[in-house]
């Protein structure tokens, strides 16, 4: 019996395109290398959002960063999702005449990539990036990996290009008609506004806007509310500016942003 199982993985070849070799290698992905690589990115995440110290002496930026030389306990998580990602890549790809037949072999590149930006590794993000881009073309994950590709570039101090990439992505996100693309679309817009040397405080309100509106989580959703209070007060409308800080005080925000939004 153990001799015909190994027979039968043997058989499972990523170089011929049949039934039971797309089976085997989608399932195998799926459930054993990338779901190992998702939950040490979320371990990863978790431990990032210990790192952050906001500045509320200043405007507080859409994403926070942490400096890279206190990134030392996330690393490891990292390390972990870039090894399964590869791992996953490595021993399940089925591309094949320029088509992939394993779908979950972009959600491993894009992993990969997310662990690099969190890494602060932007060269390698960057290309990894710009590999879904140009390879999965007809991915529902395309548009994703391509406003994480302006984020890069954003971080990067490479505006014209963040902004070249974020139009691009403007219309495909739209006829998809995803709140989860809109609201990554539309914080990576003000992300920009509020990065760029060209870009302007009343265009960042009207993306966070529109951020809001698409249902992200509580606590970002209350750090959306909180910088356009920023923003309003910054542009003199000081009674949008008092509404919004009212909004984060009702939506009870930790202790310090509460006391900065009074």
Request: proline share 3%.
């Amino acid at each position: 019996m153990a001799v015909i199982l190994l027979l039968l993985l043997a058989s499972c070849s990523t170089r011929k395109n049949t039934f039971p070799n797309r089976a085997y290698h989608n399932t195998t992905a799926r459930f054993n290398v990338l779901f190992n690589g998702k939950e040490a990115m979320k371990a990863g995440e978790t431990e990032l959002e210990t790192k952050v110290k906001d500045n509320y002496t200043t405007l507080l930026p859409i994403y926070n960063y942490p400096p890279q030389n206190e990134l030392g306990s996330i690393l490891p998580h990292m390390d972990r999702v870039i090894q399964k990602s590869s791992k996953c890549i490595y021993k399940h790809s089925m591309f094949i005449r320029g088509k992939e037949y394993v779908k979950y072999i972009d959600n491993a590149y894009f992993l990969m990539g997310k662990a690099y930006f969190h890494k602060q590794d932007y060269n390698q993000a960057q290309r990894t990036f710009s590999y879904i881009e140009s390879t999965y073309k007809v991915s529902d994950i395309k548009e994703e990996a391509k406003i994480m590709n302006a984020r890069t570039a954003i971080r990067q101090k490479y505006y014209s290009r963040a902004f070249d990439l974020l139009n691009e992505v403007d219309h495909a996100i739209y006829k998809k008609n995803s709140k989860k693309l809109k609201l990554q679309y539309n914080a990576a817009m003000a992300e920009y506004h509020l990065s760029a040397p060209d870009g302007e405080m009343e265009s960042a309100v009207d993306f966070i806007n529109e951020a809001i509106k698409n249902k992200p989580k509580r606590q970002f959703k209350t750090r959306l509310y909180f910088i356009r209070g920023q923003l309003y007060e910054l542009l003199g409308q000081s009674t949008d500016a008092h509404n919004s800080f009212m909004t984060v005080i009702k939506r009870t925000p930790p202790y310090e942003m509460e006391f900065n939004a009074h």
